[in-house]
T-cell receptor, first 115, second 114 residues
Framework: DQQVKQNSPSLSVQEGRISILNCDYTNSMFDYFLWYKKYPAEGPTFLISISSIKDKNEDGRFTVFLNKSAKHLSLHIVPSQPGDSAVYFCAASAFSGGSNYKLTFGKGTLLTVNP | KAGVTQTPRYLIKTRGQQVTLSCSPISGHRSVSWYQQTPGQGLQFLFEYFSETQRNKGNFPGRFSGRQFSNSRSEMNVSTLELGDSALYLC???FGAGAGETQYFGPGTRLLVL
């Protein structure tokens, strides 16, 4: 049972336009959400995160929106640049016992930004 | 600060062999997690270590094991390798294992089982 879902395996946008990557989750215990970017042959790089007490977090060209009632979050990249072309993973954190929290990842969305 | 390092970066083994992968976390980080990434799959959680203790474990067979040393460095071992174990193995470290922790990933070890 996949608790974090990225239903779009790929997304293609034009340079300068907005990229919107979506993520849905099923576990209502998730309270911290992250986005990672991954280039081929490299490990994922942390991009931006949001706590469940917020509905928006912004960092430069990247903004993450969280809709708790819909169990949905999205990553907006404005303006998109060719260097943003990568696989984007959504991840969510939930309490797993003791003082420990466990990250669960989605399967990723391949973003291609065309010049 | 140096990032997470993993050795080796690439490895070729044959079925039935065993392999040990190494991960050095960011200095000061005490939590190390391991993930397996295969084509078409997300990052599948293997296990997490904190202060030399396994705190969380994913749904992988007992052939997959790990340990963490007192300096927080971690090793992952896979015994009796199968073709399906071919994957990118990623290690991630974080300062703690609590709420709001961000994990930072290494470059991964690409394992090919022939």
């Amino acid at each position: 049972d996949q608790q974090v879902k990225q239903n779009s395996p790929s997304l293609s946008v034009q340079e300068g336009r907005i990229s919107i990557l979506n993520c849905d989750y099923t576990n209502s215990m998730f309270d911290y959400f992250l986005w990672y970017k991954k280039y081929p042959a490299e490990g994922p790089t942390f991009l931006i995160s949001i706590s469940s007490i917020k509905d928006k977090n912004e960092d430069g060209r990247f903004t993450v929106f969280l809709n708790k009632s819909a169990k949905h979050l999205s990553l907006h990249i404005v303006p998109s640049q060719p260097g943003d072309s990568a696989v984007y993973f959504c991840a969510a954190s939930a309490f797993s016992g003791g003082s420990n929290y466990k990250l669960t990842f989605g399967k990723g969305t391949l973003l291609t930004v065309n010049p | 600060k140096a990032g997470v390092t993993q050795t080796p970066r690439y490895l070729i083994k044959t079925r039935g062999q065993q392999v040990t992968l190494s991960c050095s976390p960011i200095s000061g980080h005490r939590s190390v997690s391991w993930y397996q990434q295969t084509p078409g799959q997300g990052l599948q959680f293997l296990f997490e270590y904190f202060s030399e203790t396994q705190r969380n474990k994913g749904n992988f067979p007992g052939r997959f094991s790990g340990r963490q040393f007192s300096n927080s460095r971690s090793e992952m071992n896979v015994s009796t390798l199968e073709l399906g174990d071919s994957a990118l193995y990623l290690c991630a470290s974080s300062f703690g294992a609590g709420a709001g922790e961000t994990q930072y990933f290494g470059p991964g070890t690409r394992l090919l089982v022939l």
